[in-house]
């Protein structure tokens, strides 16, 4: 074999290597992906890393959410209504204001709301989907920000970690 067909060979196996891994990175949920990109990564970070002092990490919590009735329900209010006053995760604290996303409908709620539960915070593949009809149930309800935040207190204080 001559060094070209080799060099040739070897760039043709990492090439198969590389796409393979981008196949295996991509979002389960890509129309949430999507979405994510265009309303919620310029304060969240793209990956749901949050930044210092002005938007959480969308990491850990949003799994814990979707695995009892009030945390699903909290993620739906949180999107619709916004959020606003101080939280502290890990000991950071948190207060700027989360703005509403009531003009997305039910299906694209759902399908960002997947997104950072599944892709980002990494939910159990047993936890059901959030449904647009859970988004749906939520609307009209008539919460503002602070009431979402004190909402999301008496979650976290079921889950165990107030
Ligand atoms: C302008 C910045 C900004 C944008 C854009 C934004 N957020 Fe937020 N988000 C925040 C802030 C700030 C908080 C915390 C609010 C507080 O301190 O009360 C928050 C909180 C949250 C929480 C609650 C986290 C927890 O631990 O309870 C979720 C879930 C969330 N955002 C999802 C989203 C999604 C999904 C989008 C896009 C549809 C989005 N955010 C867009 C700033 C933003």
Redesign the pocket.
Same mark, same amino acid.
């Given at each position: 074999m001559t060094v070209a067909a080799r060099v040739a060979g070897l760039s043709l196996l990492l090439a198969l290597v590389c796409s393979s891994g981008a196949i295996a990175a991509a979002p389960q949920y890509a129309d949430g992906a999507e979405? /994510?990109a265009a309303?919620?990564a310029?304060?969240?970070g793209s990956g749901g890393a949050g930044q210092p002092a002005?938007?959480?990490p969308?990491l850990a919590?949003?799994a814990r959410?979707a695995t009892v009735a009030e945390g699903r329900r909290?993620?739906a209010l949180?999107?619709l209504f916004g959020? /606003?006053?101080?939280?502290t995760?890990d000991q950071k604290h948190?207060? /700027?204001?989360?703005?509403e /996303?009531s003009q997305?409908d039910d299906q694209k709620l759902a399908a960002?709301?997947n997104f950072?539960a599944f892709d980002l915070a990494h939910a159990a593949q047993e936890v059901k989907p959030i449904g647009a009809d859970e988004i749906a149930a939520e609307r009209g309800k008539g919460l503002d920000?602070a009431g979402v935040?004190e909402h999301?207190a008496a979650v976290l204080e079921a889950l165990g970690s107030g």
């Open positions: 979405i /994510f309303n919620c310029v304060c969240h002005l938007a959480p969308l919590n949003p959410y909290q993620l949180t999107v959020m /606003f006053g101080d939280i995760i948190y207060s /700027f204001k989360m703005p /996303f997305l960002v709301l950072v920000g935040r999301r």
